[in-house]
T-cell receptor
Framework: GQNIDQPTEMTATEGAIVQINCTYQTSGFNGLFWYQQHAGEAPTFLSYNVLDGLEEKGRFSSFLSRSKGYSYLLLKELQMKDSASYLCAVRGGANNLFFGTGTRLTVIP | GAVVSQHPSWVICKSGTSVKIECRSLDFQATTMFWYRQFPKQSLMLMATSNEGSKATYEQGVEKDKFLINHASLTLSTLTVTSAHPEDSSFYIC?????????FGPGTRLTVL
């Protein structure tokens, strides 16, 4: 079975840094993805980790520890447009994705 | 990146009717496509894996006779919601796997009256 947990909601201030955590227990692991999703739209790809460590891409960074079943997404210099849901997803052996509960981030002025 | 389209983008139907949703890979071939469903304020739930030339693989709890999947070509998968009911109203999204990314379609909003 798949069990992927994220906080349901978070609030952060414009210009600040926010870290969204994801813990997982899955029967297979073939990489971990982070997606951003605005209401009523399809998810957009943010990052992919398959090895332990930190992947940095502009204002967004993602970290993975396979031994701990743990990942986080770090968003720096928050902007109002970053208000969205952030989805953690684990890829199984069949290339299918299992999504976490999603974290709704609200950025306030 | 690769492009996946879905049609229609939204559909309203009466209870008891069937609705077909198409998912196309526009600039690449996809032997596998995935179908997800998303209820309001919830995350995406994998429904089934569509396999070109063979039967789809359904996740536990998804009725295969209700959600018919056909993957007739390397660029097209269809999901038919048969005898739709109001509880089937949801956002349906398809995706095709890439090397280290999944390419999502824009989604189809289904409303069953």
């Amino acid at each position: 079975g798949q069990n992927i947990d994220q906080p349901t909601e978070m609030t952060a201030t414009e210009g600040a840094i926010v870290q969204i955590n994801c813990t997982y227990q899955t029967s297979g692991f073939n990489g971990l993805f982070w997606y951003q999703q605005h209401a009523g739209e399809a998810p957009t790809f943010l990052s992919y980790n398959v090895l332990d460590g930190l992947e940095e891409k502009g204002r967004f960074s993602s970290f993975l520890s396979r031994s701990k079943g743990y990942s986080y997404l770090l968003l720096k210099e928050l902007q109002m447009k970053d208000s969205a849901s952030y989805l953690c997803a684990v890829r199984g052996g069949a290339n299918n994705l299992f999504f976490g509960t999603g974290t709704r981030l609200t950025v306030i002025p | 990146g690769a492009v996946v389209s879905q049609h229609p983008s939204w559909v309203i139907c009466k209870s008891g009717t069937s609705v077909k949703i198409e998912c196309r890979s526009l600039d690449f071939q996809a032997t596998t496509m995935f179908w997800y469903r998303q209820f309001p304020k919830q995350s995406l739930m994998l429904m089934a894996t569509s396999n070109e030339g063979s039967k789809a693989t359904y996740e536990q709890g998804v009725e295969k006779d209700k959600f018919l999947i056909n993957h007739a070509s390397l660029t097209l998968s269809t999901l038919t919601v048969t005898s739709a009911h109001p509880e089937d109203s949801s956002f349906y999204i398809c995706s095709a796997p890439g090397y280290n990314e999944q390419f999502f379609g824009p989604g189809t909003r289904l409303t069953v009256l």
